[in-house]
T-cell receptor, first 111, second 114 residues
Framework: AQRVTQPEKLLSVFKGAPVELKCNYS??????LFWYVQYSRQRLQLLLR??SRESIKGFTADLNKGETSFHLKKPFAQEEDSAMYYC?????????????FGKGTKLTVNP | DTAVSQTPKYLVTQMGNDKSIKCEQN?????MYWYKQDSKKFLKIMFS???????INETVPNRFSPKSPDKAHLNLHINSLELGDSAVYFC?????????????FGPGTRLTVL
C-alpha cells in the first residue's frame, strides 16, 4: 500500500495565485515528513521538513495528523517555482528510518 | 509491474568487505541515479548515468564505483566497506537528466556495516 500519496501528477497555476501541492501519508507511528524539489536541470534538493516548521522560498507545510496530510503551500506563486515536488516520509525500520517518496507533482507557474 | 527495483533490500556486512547493490528499471528511462540518505534523512546525490555514460560524480570516496552494463541497470559497488558507509541507498531513474519529469525512486537498500 502506498504510504505517501501525491494525488496530482500535474498542477498549473498563474503567477501570483496561491498554490497548494497535496501530500497524504499513511503511517502508524509519529511521522516525519519532508518536501524535496527539483528545478529544471538542477539536482534534487531538500525544500523543507516539518520538524523545522520553517518557511523556505515562501513555502510552508503544516503536518495535519487528523487528516494525515502535509500539504505544501505558497500564497503567491512565482514563475521560478515551476519544478517537480516530492513529498517524503521517514519510515521507522527497526530503529532506523528510511525515506519513502511520493510520485511527485509537477508544478507549472504560468506568466 | 513497471518500477525501479533494488536488491538486496537489506545488506549487513563486516568492515573491509566488498559488496554490490543492484538497481534495475524497466521504465525505458535513459538516466539513473544513486542517492545516499544520510543520518538526518537528507538525500544526497552520489552518481548519475545517462545512457550508460557517467554524468554526475559527486565527492564520493573512490571505494564507491557505479557500473552501468546497460541503460536499464546501474549497480553500485563498494570496496573496503567502512562503518560510515552504513546508510540507506536509493536508486532512481528519469527519462532525461535532471529534467522536470518525475524521478522514480527505488525502495532503498539499507546497508549496515559492522
Amino acid at each position: 500500500a502506498q504510504r505517501v500519496t501525491q494525488p496530482e501528477k500535474l498542477l498549473s497555476v498563474f503567477k501570483g495565485a496561491p498554490v497548494e501541492l497535496k501530500c497524504n501519508y499513511s503511517y502508524s507511528g509519529s511521522p516525519e515528513l519532508f518536501w524535496y524539489v527539483q528545478y529544471s536541470r538542477q539536482r534534487l534538493q531538500l525544500l523543507l521538513r516539518h520538524i523545522s516548521r520553517e518557511s523556505i522560498k515562501g513555502f510552508t507545510a503544516d503536518l495535519n495528523k487528523g487528516e494525515t496530510s502535509f500539504h505544501l503551500k505558497k500564497p503567491f506563486a512565482q514563475e521560478e517555482d515551476s519544478a517537480m515536488y516530492y513529498c517524503a516520509l521517514a519510515e521507522d525500520e527497526g530503529g532506523s528510518e528510511k525515506l519513502v517518496f511520493g510520485k511527485g507533482t509537477k508544478l507549472t507557474v504560468n506568466p | 509491474d513497471t518500477a525501479v527495483s533494488q536488491t538486496p533490500k537489506y545488506l549487513v556486512t563486516q568492515m573491509g568487505n566488498d559488496k554490490s547493490i543492484k538497481c534495475e528499471q524497466n521504465l525505458g528511462h535513459d538516466t539513473m541515479y544513486w542517492y545516499k540518505q544520510d543520518s538526518k534523512k537528507f538525500l544526497k546525490i552520489m552518481f548519475s548515468y545517462n545512457n550508460k555514460e557517467l554524468i554526475i560524480n559527486e565527492t564520493v570516496p573512490n571505494r564507491f564505483s557505479p557500473k552501468s552494463p546497460d541503460k536499464a541497470h546501474l549497480n553500485l559497488h563498494i570496496n573496503s566497506l567502512e562503518l560510515g558507509d552504513s546508510a540507506v541507498y536509493f536508486c532512481a531513474s528519469s527519462p532525461l537528466p535532471w529534467s522536470t519529469d518525475t524521478q522514480y525512486f527505488g525502495p532503498g537498500t539499507r546497508l549496515t556495516v559492522l
